[in-house]
């Protein structure tokens, strides 16, 4: 939907508010006016018309240099949308799900009422809260990884 492939001619009517909201299409207009509007392209064509209107024609394109500053306008009025937006979601939209890792508490320790109490494996706040132990139960078996002898010649 930017233009090139399909040409906005080509495209449904209710399909072409993708055509106006898409930055590539605003960039491709942009760079074709720049294109073909150029002196490059000034030469007239055995009808009359000028091979760059002849060339942005066949694209759908019209050759109006007020679209590069549109153009502009539109790609930073575009990123500072998208900015705001992933503000406003890293802000606050927060997943609280159930983070499920570790294993459940031994039998042992639910009957002997030990499970949160301090010892070696739990931490103390600063206000001398008990917390539950960190141990996960994941097995870790620590690793070197080396890499000896490399040559990239």
């Not at 006016?33 to 030469?43: A, M, Q, R, T, V």
């Not at 639910?110 to 109490?117: D, L, Q, V």
Request: hydrophobic share 40%.
């Amino acid at each position: 939907f930017s233009g090139f492939i399909i040409q906005t001619n080509d495209i449904p009517d209710y399909w072409i508010w993708v055509y106006w909201l898409n930055p590539i299409a605003w960039t491709m207009r942009a760079l074709a006016n720049l294109e073909f509007g150029s002196s490059k392209y000034d030469n007239l064509t055995p009808t009359g018309v000028r091979t760059g209107d002849l060339y942005l024609e066949a694209y759908s394109f019209k050759n109006e240099p007020e679209y590069i500053w549109a153009t502009i306008l539109f790609l930073i009025g575009f990123y500072l949308f998208g900015l705001a937006l992933t503000t406003f979601a890293l802000e606050k939209l927060r997943y609280h799900g159930h983070l499920v890792v570790g294993h459940a508490p031994d039998e042992e320790q639910e009957s002997s009422g030990t499970h949160g109490s301090a010892n070696a494996n739990s931490q103390t706040a600063p206000d001398d809260i008990d917390l539950p132990a960190t141990d996960l139960g994941l097995p870790f078996v620590p690793c070197v990884l080396t890499f000896e002898n490399v040559w990239y010649t």
